[in-house]
């Protein structure tokens, strides 16, 4: 399968503790998105990277969440000291830079904190 | 800033039936719209886009969407409803300055359920 991945695919977490988040794009894909959606919503976009560069960052990543993509290939999205609001499907995509238009999207993390 | 609405939260058809899911969109230069589709406990699917060019955009399993610049909307249609289209549908704005440039976000609406009836 060569589409967008995420490890894990759920995480139940209790109040306080950190968790990180994989995502692997689509290989020949250098912008990397990270979206949250909760339940009854669309997807709230968090952050974007273009290889490694972060270049844009929602006011909705508070300064709990960082993410990062090294080596311009996979991200990680942490969140640290987690609250029960954090509770959401976080989901990755990734786009071509030359008429990468649309964004294809992983299966997403599920976070529960408990 | 950029907005999309939704109207309706379920649309319900017959199978066979044409069916039109609407959407409405808020920007402040150009639009990029996009429609995708949702299964339960899968990811976003990519269904189409509208760039620029022909208003109307045909896309994958049979979808089309007409975009109308004076309506700011962007309705997805299907000449006759299958009942695994049945799922939740999730229109998109990317909001494109005049200049070319501007944020690569994409904004969601909150979304359509589908049912098609057999």
């Known amino acids: 399968d060569t589409g967008v991945s995420q490890d894990p695919r759920h995480k139940i977490t209790k109040r306080g503790q950190n968790v990180t988040f994989r995502c692997d794009p689509i290989s020949e894909h250098n912008r990397l998105y990270w979206y949250r959606q909760t339940l009854g919503q669309g997807p709230e976009f968090l952050t974007y990277?273009?290889?490694?560069?972060?270049?844009?960052k929602s006011r909705l990543l508070s300064d709990r969440f960082s993410a990062e993509r090294p080596k311009g290939s996979f991200s990680t999205l942490e969140i640290q000291r987690t609250e029960q609001g954090d509770s959401a499907m976080y989901l990755c995509?990734?786009?071509?830079?030359?008429?990468?238009?649309?964004?294809?999207f992983g299966p997403g993390t599920r976070l529960t904190v408990t | 800033a950029q907005s999309v609405a939704q109207p309706e939260d379920q649309v319900n058809v017959a199978e066979g039936n044409p069916l039109t899911v609407k959407c409405t969109y808020s920007?402040?230069?150009?639009?990029?719209l996009f429609w995708y589709v949702q299964y339960p406990n899968r990811g976003l699917q990519f269904l189409l886009k509208?760039?620029?060019?022909?208003?109307l955009v045909k896309g994958s399993y049979g979808f089309e969407a007409e975009f109308n610049k004076s309506q700011t909307s962007f309705h997805l249609k299907k000449p006759s409803a299958l009942v695994s289209d049945s799922a939740l549908y999730f229109c998109?704005?990317?909001?494109?300055?005049?200049?070319?440039?501007?944020?690569?976000?994409?904004?969601f609406g909150k979304g359509t359920k589908l049912s098609v009836i057999p």
């Open positions: 998109a704005v990317r909001d494109i300055a005049h200049s070319g440039a501007g944020s690569y976000q994409l904004t």
């Open positions: 509208y760039i620029t060019g022909d208003n």
């Open positions: 920007v402040s230069g150009n639009p990029y």
């Open positions: 995509a990734s786009s071509l830079k030359t008429g990468g238009y649309e964004q294809y």
């Open positions: 990277f273009q290889n490694e560069a972060q270049l844009e």
